[in-house]
């Protein structure tokens, strides 16, 4: 009994789905089984067809909708769509030379040729943990080469795939092995904050931190936030360079933060995206962090080298515990181990293996350290210069928080509506809360950005 | 001890700063069953310690290598300009070549655009992606997992919040696929369930079904509308042959089904430590694949945004450059013919030294590694007292095994069998 499919292919080849048709047909004929396989089959021929066979019924996740496009990187693929010879891309926080181009860091690439020179290196997985040598130096990095909590072994430094990943381990740990499910998150944030952390499975609550009629700290709000916590909740602190605001507390209010902190039993988890790019200052960018590991007490911090060794892409990061004990490091550290393995086994070795390489040769560090200040210093200069630019041209309001914001980041202040007039007047690409990346500035394009916020302002409400 | 907690106490109220006691609860975690095994080797002084534990490739001197398709793939990258935007294009390379590579480079599928593909970080993390995307999207799903498997697969699921099952697959008394239970099995299940298959060199047993199984595996497949997935971590390492690994792969393609697919490059490009993987889903129509790719980006951004550019950079480089490409195919081959070669020796020496036992399995098994049939007592004994480091379910990476020590291997395991008491 065989059936005649497809019905007719006397005009042309067979389309797609006949041609699955008849791979079926030919999979059902009955001369294929041999004798004893048949037996276990169901003798009647017609199935119904499968939820999972294209040619009818549909696939199983036919209910699935399309994503909405990430509002930070959807400005990059608007960008890129617009054909306008003076656009500018004020969106995603990669840093861009004085030409507009991204920067591969002459030290990097010292290093990377270090590597693919080196004949004796192997490519096999890390430890699941990461590179042991990346570790203790990234621990270094934050804490200081003197921290009391590296030298009595009380921290556990793990590998993680850039910031991203360094925050979602950590989270899941919390998740896994901490009492308290809530962490808080200040108003604004990096947009990525709280997905990862819900997907952790935490809840997310926020406290008060950027003022935007004074576009700085809304320090009271956010110690009345802060204070009225519970308990054991997790609080999420960005160690310098605020993002997306720029907006970082003083040291003296670093230190109030500190004591309410200790005092109400919070867990401070620290994201460290900028260190040295902030000020120029390793040392500087890791006050904050430094402050609350002084005090014997415990916390989390996440590290990424995306923005200060310019190794976007290749998902270097690390999370570290600041534990009580080295017993309790230990034991975290074990712990850890069970989140990363079923995520993704080892972290990738590519990008460590140049920090660590850097990190390891004092000549090459030193170089690391006046390329980051040349970065830092660049991006502080663009800030004054549009500073400079809106002032010379009377542009109305103060807009001293360009120079008073740090990092990568001004928070403009203007609205969604002066935001979607610079785009389509002045083909400028930045998020719509008004943020923009001053590394995507350079002296030749700061008149034609200033040129643009004043327009916004003076025109549109 | 009385007077410690009150001066413990103490100490904690006398200062501003309240030091609380965390992390009491954390218990010391077990460690990994197949990665403590290189630790463990790594610990041992003696000189005539073998490491059978975790699947990474050796030559004959029993050491890594770096194919040579690689270093030219490095060299031919250091010297580019433009790394960020060939970084930004390895990426979708990567998932167009590797999906070439498992369904077949004439393709329907991949020529219409109907499947949704993502980097990934290696074989772990495309399992990884997928069960969270079950999760979200079919949230009432189980996985069926063969028996026995990857041991990394049950934290996968699990830490997905996938509930998980098992499908009859290894026969331990005859040392082949339990095809009847199997087929039962698949039968048994409520339709719509969803399986993880190994394609090829099944983890850990090297047992893989014939051809003619995967064609009947498909069609009940059909018959229960069951969803497919396969992890395919060794494609052209099985045999040799990149397109005859792939073949279950295709079978199910051909039938019909709208597969999953995770990929890795670790051990067929020997990329261990880059974490070079990619998923696969394949979809009815070029739109719904937009749709399900851009809900994996997602769940990948909330755990590390973007996957590492330069694994995928290599991984690209080779395989769009034809030259690149036919010296790893013929890379891929030698290291498949070694350890086939390996395993007739094994045998070949266990037989010569009067073993009463059965080995043929050690050649009828397919891939990286032997599920030798030994006891977890035995595997002690094999460390104990021969410094012969594998996991204690008895399985034995042949990439570890040398022509220098491939006698005192079978010498070894003939000791501690030969009493002729075997599982």
Known sequence: MRTQFPPSSAHGSPSPTDRRLSALVRHLGVGDHSASSMESQDPNPAISPSATAAFSGDSVFANIVQAPEDPILGVTVAYNKDPSPVKLNLGVGAYRTEEGKPLVLNVVRRAEQLIINDQSRVKEYLP??????????????????DSPAIQENRIATVQCLSGTGSLRVGAEFLVKHYHNRTIYIPQPTWGNHPKVFTMAGLSVKSYRYYDPATRGLNFQGLLEDLGSA??????????????PTGVDPTTEQWEHIRQLVRSKGLLPFFDSAYQGFASGSLDTDAQSVRMFVADGGECLAAQSYAKNMGLYGERVGALSIVCRTADVATRVESQLKLVIRPMYSNPPIHGASIVATIFKDRDMYTEWTIELKAMADRIISMRQQLFDALRARGTPGDWSHIVKQIGMFTFTGLNTEQVASMTKEYHIYMTSDGRISMAGLSSRTVPHLADAIHAAVTRVA | MKSGVVWRCLRRRSMSTSVIDWWDNVGIAPKDPI?????????????????????????????????????????????????????????????????????????????????????????????????????????????????????NHRNIWRDAQVPQRTFRYYNLESKILHFEALMDDVKNAPNYSFFLLHPCAHNPTGVDPTEEQWREISYQFKVKNHFPFFDMAYQGFASGDLDRDAQAIRIFLNDGHLIGCAQSFAKNMGLYGQRVGCLSILCKDAKQAISVKSQLQQIARAMYSNPPVYGALLVSTILDDPDLRNLWVKELKVMADRIIKIRAVLRKNLLELGSPLNWDHITNQVGMFCYSGLTPEQVDQLTNKFHIYMTRDGRISMAGVTTENVAYLANAIHKVTKSGKES
């Open chain 1, 230 to 243: 519970p308990s054991g909740a997790i609080v999420l602190l960005h160690a310098c360079a605020h993002n």
């Open chain 2, 35 to 151: 990665l403590s095994i290189t630790e463990a080797y790594f610990a041992d002084s003696s000189p005539r310690k073998i490491n059978l534990g975790v699947g990474a490739y050796r030559d004959d001197e029993g050491k890594p290598v770096v194919l040579q398709c690689v270093r030219d793939a490095q060299a031919k990258i250091a010297g580019c300009e433009f790394l960020e935007s060939l970084s930004r294009q390895g990426s979708m390379k990567l998932v167009d070549e590797s999906v070439k590579l498992a369904y077949g480079e004439s393709s329907d599928v991949v020529k219409e655009g109907r499947f949704a593909g993502v980097q990934a970080l290696s074989g772990t993390g495309a399992c990884r992606l997928f069960a969270e995307f079950q999760r979200r999207f079919r949230p009432e799903a189980q996985i069926y997992l063969p028996a026995p498997t990857w041991s």
């Open chain 1, 128 to 145: 699941i943990t990461g590179m042991a040598d990346f570790n203790k130096l990234s621990a270094k990095l934050i804490f200081g080469t």
